[in-house]
């Protein structure tokens, strides 16, 4: 594992998704791993941490993790903005290569039997919520998240530190046609300690 | 209605959310208006489109949501920061003039009775799918969207445009503590139409 990476405090690993990344989720099943990449996952609870993704049914990375019901969600940079584009329009199902061409590398974490995307900035390791119905109905899948770990260069003591981290470390957000934005400036608002009591 | 607000063709709609922006979120019940803020908010699907959002039982606008089954959901730029911050921490169950205190201005859309919060840069006026166990369990609503506009000056023919437009105008994207970022740098991947075929 990369000297850069290490484990987040669990009630914190929300923030890893707030400010709504576009995000690599992947999933290994007898012998076989696939990432794809999702515009549609949210944060939904603090402690125990879950989180939301929309998986669609014709994705191979679904398949596998209708078989194991677990996950990775992970958090693709700027300097992974053809990666990110390029696991999210091919299928491994017509391209068997799709790794390889995508230039995907994978890690391995000890105690988790799933791949990790190298070089992204954070990972959440999730166990379906299983939920037939949403699943079913909305592709809409619920993860609880049991691991989570970031690159220490742009995530640290619970914060993400863009404003002062390489900016190739930015996190990325999709919007169509292989258009994507940067995540950008930091700012404050102004926090009335009384409010917040 | 301000005179830069315009309909967004609703096949487009979801790219309002795509890049996963802190939203506010607006309900109207019996003479009643609230306002919260939430990031927990996310695309669902094309077309029609639909959209999550997590509502926390404790919250006022919830209530109002739950009586009617409708509300909207609408992006907050870098001018509301404050307003953001402020909506998401006061609850108008302990402060009544909560909106005003919060610079809130509301405005109407002909057909629509609900609040729209003036300023942003897009809404999304929509229905709940009444999904009972989800709501419970998780506090997570699924959306309908019924109708979509937006700020001309920041999006376009289906398009943002952060980085031509006043940067007053670009998307938040809450962390914690009062922290946000806005939206960045546009960036775009090299789309092969071979693979898009």
Chains 1, 2 share one sequence.
């Not at 078989?67 to 999210?88: E, K, N, R, S, Y």
């Not at 691991?147 to 742009?154: E, H, K, L, N």
């Not at 995530?155 to 900016?167: I, M, S, T, V």
Request: hydrophobic share 45%; glycine share 6%; aromatic share 10%.
């Amino acid at each position: 594992m990369d000297s850069h990476i290490a484990p987040v405090d669990m009630k914190k690993a929300y923030r890893l998704l707030n400010h709504g990344p576009t995000v690599l989720v992947s999933g290994r099943y007898d012998g076989v791993d696939d990432v794809m990449a999702a515009a549609w996952s949210c944060a939904l609870d603090f402690s125990p941490p879950k989180l939301t993704v929309v998986l669609d049914k014709a994705t191979r990375t679904r398949a596998l993790i209708e078989q194991t019901g677990t996950f990775v969600i992970q958090v693709p940079t700027v300097a992974q903005l053809q990666l990110t584009h390029d696991v999210g329009t091919v299928s491994l199902a017509s391209d068997p290569d799709k790794l390889q061409r995508s230039a995907v590398k994978l890690f391995d974490i000890d105690g988790y039997d799933l791949p990790f995307v190298a070089g992204c900035s954070a990972w959440l390791a999730c166990k379906v919520i299983p939920e037939p119905h949403i699943q079913q109905t909305y592709d809409l899948f619920i993860g609880e998240v049991v691991g989570a770990w970031a690159d220490t260069r742009v995530f640290e003591n619970g914060h993400w530190n863009f404003e002062r981290a390489d900016p190739a470390l930015r996190s990325l957000h999709y919007i169509a046609g292989g258009q994507f934005y940067a995540i950008g400036e930091a700012m404050s608002a102004v926090v009335d300690p009384a409010v917040n009591a």
